[in-house]
């Protein structure tokens, strides 16, 4: 049973562009919602989250935005660049139990010079 | 400061065999999570060790079985492979109780092949 879904497996963006990853999610008991960026050879790495009380968390140039009543949310990378390729996977937690993360199966991104 | 690590990188065994896996967190961290992540698939939750019990379980069966260490390092044990068990598995690093103790942080992981 896949509580998160990430239903785009591959995204190409030009260099520049706005660069717009969603996700979804089923378990209405998540309350805090992770974007990691994996790159080959190497662990998932700690990129944005947002907290279920708010609808949208900014850093730099990543913005994600959640949308509860939708069960939904997307990652907005602006302007993107070709360091961004990568394959981000959307994560959930529900904070009241314990630490386990429930993961979507990725989206590669590629970000075209 | 060293982040978290794993050992070894790459780890090829036959069906029936049995493998050890290993992992070191992130200085100050107390929490070890371990994932399975099969090819094209999202990282799948394991387990999870605090104060060197599992505390949490996934959906996987009792072939899997850990240890956590009083240096809070830990181990990944799978008895039996099979090879539906080829995957990378990563161990994640947390610090309980601390203000976001959400964000885990992950090693590169170890690929086992099951041949």
């Known amino acids: 049973d896949q509580q998160v879904k990430q239903n785009s497996p591959s995204l190409s963006v030009q260099e520049g562009r706005i660069s717009i990853l969603n996700c979804d999610y089923t378990n209405s008991m998540f309350d805090y919602f992770l974007w990691y960026k994996k790159y080959p050879a190497e662990g998932p790495t700690f990129l944005i989250s947002i907290s279920s009380i708010k609808d949208k968390n900014e850093d730099g140039r990543f913005t994600v935005f959640l949308n509860k009543s939708a069960k939904h949310l997307s990652l907005h990378i602006v302007p993107s660049q070709p360091g961004d390729s990568a394959v981000y996977f959307c994560?959930?937690?529900?904070?009241?139990?314990?630490?386990?993360?429930?993961f979507g199966t990725g989206t590669r991104l590629t970000v075209i010079p | 400061d060293a982040g978290v690590t794993q050992s070894p990188t790459h780890l090829i065994k036959t069906r029936g065999q049995q493998v050890t896996l290993r992992c070191s967190p992130k200085?100050?961290?107390?929490?070890v999570s371990w994932y399975q992540q099969a090819l094209g698939q999202g990282p799948q939750f394991i387990f999870q060790?605090?104060?060197?019990?599992?505390?949490q379980r996934g959906n996987f069966p009792d072939r899997f079985s850990g240890h956590q260490f009083p240096n809070y390092s830990s181990e990944l044990n799978v008895n039996a492979l099979l090879l539906g068990d080829s995957a990378l598995y990563l161990c994640?690093?947390?610090?309980?109780?601390?203000?976001?103790?959400?964000?885990?942080?992950f090693g590169p992981g170890t690929r086992l092949t099951v041949l």
């Open positions: 060790y605090y104060e060197e019990e599992e505390r």
């Open positions: 200085s100050g961290h107390d929490t």
């Open positions: 994560a959930a937690i529900r904070v009241s139990g314990a630490n386990n993360l429930f």
């Open positions: 994640a690093s947390s610090l309980e109780g601390a203000a976001i103790s959400n964000e885990q942080f």
